[in-house]
């Protein structure tokens, strides 16, 4: 038991793989383990996620944290150059709980005013805005 598995090395190639091929798109566990599935791979998803941090820690992925109750999104991020990546920030609606992916420099514009004007880093791996999704406010309405 104490020999390591060669398949935790399959494991993350693939992983790696799958992250490249849909190149700034946020994917959660929820999808790779999907994706794994259809490959008909087995692997858990308490390893899909040990593998992930890795990857996180080594610079490749990029984690964003949405809250308790929502997976956190995986990006890939190892080939691209910082400067062409456009950070995504996310809005969660508190009415039906969806995810919002957003990309939108007026965001990034105030992430520079807190950072010039108030000496506030945002985070906005971390950073998630709370509010009602358009359906929910159609709905209401
Ligand atoms: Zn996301
Ligand atoms: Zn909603």
């Known amino acids: 038991m104490s020999k390591k598995a060669p398949y935790r090395t399959k494991q993350m190639t693939e992983l790696l793989t799958f992250l490249k091929s849909v190149p700034g798109r946020h994917v959660t566990v929820n999808d790779i ?6 490959m008909q791979i087995s692997v858990g998803t308490t ?3 040990r593998h992930l941090e890795k ?9 964003y944290i949405i809250d308790g109750t929502s997976s956190a999104c995986f990006v890939y991020i190892g080939d691209t150059d910082s400067t062409s990546e456009q950070t995504c920030y996310h809005c969660k609606c508190e009415k039906c709980g969806k995810v919002i992916h957003l990309q939108c420099n ?15 880093q945002m985070n906005p791996l971390r950073t998630v805005f709370y509010g009602i999704c ?5 709905s209401t309405n």
């Open 33 to 38: 383990s999907k994706h794994f599935a259809q």
């Open 106 to 120: 007026e965001v990034a514009v105030l992430q520079q005013h807190l950072a010039e004007h108030h000496n506030f």
């Open 55 to 63: 990857m996180v820690d080594e610079g490749l992925v990029a984690k």
């Open 47 to 49: 390893t899909i996620y």
């Open 134 to 138: 358009s359906e929910c406010r159609n």
